[in-house]
């Protein structure tokens, strides 16, 4: 099956720092990333959109410049939270689309869980 | 715009039962998918099954099985013999033209 790793697993830093987070798609090219992200006991939220090679697509509601996300190649997608603040502590999940079709099956990453103190 | 509820929060079901967990969706898109996606304690979104709008026959994987009624824009998911380890969180989610929107959730007990 699609595997899709993610980088750290978790996280603890200080306010104002940065944190990049990788998305790698282990066994399958995806032109199309995902980046939610969730608060205990709720549901994913969409926060933006990586294509490979182009900007992504940011969510109404998230900043990009806070949020930077690169899709260098077919199998990497980072997202970094840039001067992080309390408030950016969550639960940040990829996704990876291994076909072109909207209808393609995502594969999500196992979550990368954010501490910001 | 897509919507997906799901209105159990919680369920409970007794290992080796059969069980239902609801969701109904709202899109006016013609051509859309259905998924439902287990999440367990550590975060973990594990896809289960999909269901395309255009599909007449409800899909079926293993021991899960989508209650596909396109009239009601219900698609419940049903798990047979429900096993300890499907406690988790299900979450169904509709795909359109864009993106995955996800409902709120339900947290299945599955008790020995």
């Known amino acids: 099956g699609a595997v899709v790793s993610q980088h750290p697993s978790w996280v603890i830093c200080k306010s104002g720092t940065s944190v990049k987070i990788e998305c790698r798609s282990l066994?399958?090219?995806?032109?199309?990333m995902f980046w939610y992200r969730q608060f205990p006991k709720q549901s994913l939220m969409l926060m933006a959109t990586?294509?490979?090679?182009?900007?992504?697509?940011?969510e109404q509601g998230v900043e990009k410049d806070k949020f930077l996300i690169n899709h260098a190649s077919l199998t990497l997608s980072t997202l970094t939270v840039t001067s992080a603040h309390p408030e950016d502590s969550s639960f940040y999940i990829c996704?990876?689309?291994?076909?072109?079709?909207?209808?393609?099956?995502?594969?999500f990453g196992p979550g990368t869980r954010l501490l910001v103190l | 715009a897509q919507k997906i509820t799901q209105t159990q929060p919680g369920m409970f079901v007794q290992e080796k039962e059969a069980v239902t967990l609801d969701c109904t969706y709202d899109?006016?898109?013609?051509?859309?998918?259905l998924f439902w996606y287990k999440q367990p304690s550590s975060g973990e979104m594990i896809f289960l099954i999909y269901?395309?709008?255009?599909?007449?026959q409800n899909a079926t994987e293993g021991r899960y099985s989508l209650n596909f009624q396109k009239a009601r824009k219900s698609a419940n998911l049903v798990i047979s013999a429900s096993q300890l380890g499907d406690s988790a969180m299900y979450f169904c989610?509709?795909?359109?033209?864009?993106?995955?929107?996800f409902g709120s959730g339900t947290q299945l007990t599955v008790l020995p």
């Open positions: 269901q395309g709008s255009y599909d007449e």
């Open positions: 989610a509709i795909l359109s033209a864009r993106q995955l929107t």
């Open positions: 899109t006016s898109d013609q051509s859309y998918g």
């Open positions: 990586s294509n490979e090679g182009s900007k992504a697509t940011y």
């Open positions: 996704s990876a689309r291994p076909g072109t079709s909207f209808q393609e099956t995502q594969y």
């Open positions: 066994d399958f090219q995806a032109t199309t």
